[in-house]
C-alpha cells in the first residue's frame, strides 16, 4: 500500500498536479452536495411548518362556529376532514377551560388537558393576546396550537401534532 501511495504522489510533478487536482475537484464536489442537501432539508422543514400551520389555523376557523353553538357532533365531523393527511398524529379541540371536546383519538373526548406543563402553556397561550399561535418543532414532530376567538374572546384551542419522520410532510394520501 505504501508503495502505491508513494508511486502516485512522489512521482512526476505532472501525476502530482493531475492527483491534486482531481482530490480538489473531489472535495469540492462532496461540500457542494452536503450544502445542498442540508439547504433542501431546511427548506422541507420550513414547508412543512408553514403547512401545519395553515392546517391549525383552518381547524380553528372551521371549529369557531360547533365551538360556539355547543355542537360538539359537528365539531367532529368537521375533524375527520383533518384526517386525510397521512402525518397527522393526532387533531384536537379545547375548550377554554381546558376540556377536550373533540379528538381524532375518540377515547380522550370530554377529559381534560391536565398535567401541569400543558395547563401552564395552555393558559399562557390564552393569556398572551398578542399572540394567536404556537408553533413546537423537533426532530421528529411538528405541534401547532392555534386559539379560536370570537371577537376579543377566546374559547377555544385547535392542537395538531404532525409526524415529521417521512419527508414530504402533509401531503394529501392519492
Known amino acids: 500500500m505504501k508503495k502505491i501511495f ?75 376532514n383533518f384526517s386525510i393527511y397521512k402525518n397527522l398524529l393526532f387533531a384536537t379541540v379545547i375548550d377554554a377551560d381546558g376540556k377536550i371536546i373533540a379528538h381524532t383519538d375518540k377515547k380522550l373526548l370530554g377529559t381534560y388537558v391536565s398535567d401541569k406543563r400543558r395547563v401552564d402553556f395552555l393558559q399562557k397561550l390564552h393569556s398572551d393576546k398578542e399572540r394567536n399561535e404556537k408553533l413546537i418543532r423537533n426532530q421528529d414532530t411538528i405541534d401547532v396550537f392555534q386559539v379560536i376567538n370570537n371577537k376579543e374572546e377566546r374559547i377555544g384551542f385547535a392542537h395538531l401534532r404532525f409526524n415529521q419522520q417521512e419527508r414530504g410532510t402533509h401531503q394529501r394520501q392519492g
Open 6 to 80: 508513494f508511486r502516485l504522489f512522489l512521482g512526476s510533478f505532472r501525476a502530482q498536479l493531475i492527483y491534486g487536482i482531481g482530490l480538489f475537484v473531489t472535495l469540492l464536489l462532496f461540500a457542494f452536495i452536503y450544502v445542498g442537501t442540508a439547504r433542501n432539508t431546511e427548506i422541507s422543514r420550513e414547508r412543512a411548518m408553514a403547512s401545519a400551520s395553515e392546517h391549525a389555523l383552518a381547524l380553528a376557523a372551521m371549529s369557531k362556529v360547533w365551538v360556539m353553538s355547543n355542537d360538539y357532533a359537528g365539531l367532529e365531523e368537521a375533524l375527520e
